[in-house]
């Protein structure tokens, strides 16, 4: 019997669906999948070549496509053979996930998980979710704010803002952020980071979830934070966390959030390149992706999922309510060399924060790294 292996990341979002999902697929082809898992923060910043030589399947987020283009570690999934369900895949795109792992000309994974910055709320300690972000300052004000700092989500912020501002930060060169963006969004993400508590510096989303979702927790809003469905679910936790289209910083509504989710991958070494990719177009179909994976605790990549109505209800109308700011999310630059500039410029930001350092120095830095991260045939 064939059996393949599988690599995602430990959160019961990310592991957990995929369990179910392959057990469902063995029972319909005989065909086994066993699924290890890594860490949050080991899961965005290890070697994919490494993981490639190891496992059939691979969850990747889309910022490592040019890395692992470069390196020729994972199979191009648009097979003609695939045709008509590509199409369909295409089709159910939130915003721009599908094509977020398009890199010159092929496809190198389908989004099986949609997230992007949203706001994350307490409906029993808030009327309403925040509308302005002047309404988050005064909020944090109060001590009643929280924002995952750190690396890379300071990063991620950064990006976030300048998008609401409409100066979206550039991709491909040969500076990330003008200088009059750069001062506007690091003088709001300075005011934010001393306000909030400094721990916020060390935290990532599933910290701050975490404290937000403790009986007793004070802490009414998240207002930048990629959105996590388990938080919904009644039960999940002591306290429901309800989700909800970002603040706005600018006039355009919630556009320019930092795309994240993730995407199933067949590795290029596989023995079995047929099972895995077979298990890959169907693991992120429609009626798989609102069915048994939604139902198993996962945060689908596929817009069937994200308008059903059985889906929304479960998860306490999560994707419903911050669909408009998942539209309108913004991609990060995937040239090969972005993934140390990430790591190295989210680092600077979060120390940057920290020392309550002003524009110029940070900026400068950034950009920087930026022009560094390419090679010279970029």
Same mark, same amino acid.
């Given at each position: ?211 937000? %979702? #403790?009986?007793?927790? +004070?802490?009414?809003? *998240?207002? &930048?934070?990629?959105?996590? $469905?388990?938080?919904?679910?009644? =039960? ?78 479960? %998860? #306490?109308?999560?994707? +419903?309510?911050?669909? *408009?700011? &998942?539209?309108?999310?913004? $991609?990060?630059?995937?040239?090969? =060399? ?41």
């Amino acid at each position: 019997m064939t059996r393949l292996k599988g690599m995602t990341w430990s959160h019961p979002r990310g592991f957990d669906p995929m369990v179910a999902c392959a057990a469902a697929w063995e029972k319909r082809t005989g065909v086994g999948i066993d699924w290890d898992k890594r860490s949050l923060q080991d899961f965005e910043s290890y070697p994919v070549e490494d993981l490639a030589r190891a496992y059939d399947l691979i969850v990747i987020d889309h910022p490592h496509v040019g890395q692992i283009t470069e390196e020729g570690c994972l199979l191009a999934l648009d097979v003609p053979e695939g045709a008509a369900a590509l199409a369909e895949l295409s089709a159910g795109s939130l915003g721009q996930s599908f094509p977020s792992y398009t890199w010159k000309g092929r496809q190198w994974a389908f989004p099986i998980d949609a997230a992007t910055q949203v706001q994350a709320w307490r409906p029993d300690l808030l009327a309403a979710p925040l509308g302005r972000w002047d309404e988050v300052v005064a909020l944090a004000h109060e001590g009643r704010v929280m924002l995952p700092l750190r690396p890379p989500h300071s990063l991620m912020v950064l990006y976030t803002l300048a998008g609401q501002l409409g100066r979206p930060c550039r991709v491909e060169g040969p500076d990330l952020i003008d200088s009059d963006t750069g001062e506007r969004v690091w003088e709001m993400m300075r005011e934010i980071a001393g306000l909030v508590d400094p721990a916020c510096a060390g935290m990532d989303p599933i910290a701050v979830f975490e404290a937000m %979702a #403790g009986e007793g927790a +004070r802490i009414a809003c *998240a207002p &930048l934070i990629y959105g996590y $469905v388990s938080y919904a679910v009644p =039960g999940f936790r002591p306290r429901r966390i309800g989700f909800a289209d970002m603040p706005v910083a600018g006039p355009d509504g919630p556009v320019g959030s930092a795309l994240g989710g993730t995407g199933i991958a067949v590795s290029a070494f596989s023995a079995e390149p047929g099972a895995a990719l077979d298990f890959a177009y169907w693991v992120a179909g429609a009626d798989v992706q609102r069915g048994i994976y939604a139902a198993s605790g996962g945060q689908p990549g596929h817009a069937a999922a994200w308008g059903d109505e059985a889906v929304n209800l479960a %998860a #306490g109308d999560f994707y +419903r309510a911050t669909r *408009a700011t &998942l539209d309108g999310a913004w $991609v990060r630059p995937r040239h090969d =060399g972005y993934m140390a500039f990430q790591a190295a410029a989210s680092e600077r930001i979060t120390e940057g924060l920290i020392r309550k350092d002003a524009a110029g120095p940070v900026m400068a830095a950034i950009n920087r790294l930026f022009r560094e991260s390419f090679s010279p045939g970029d």
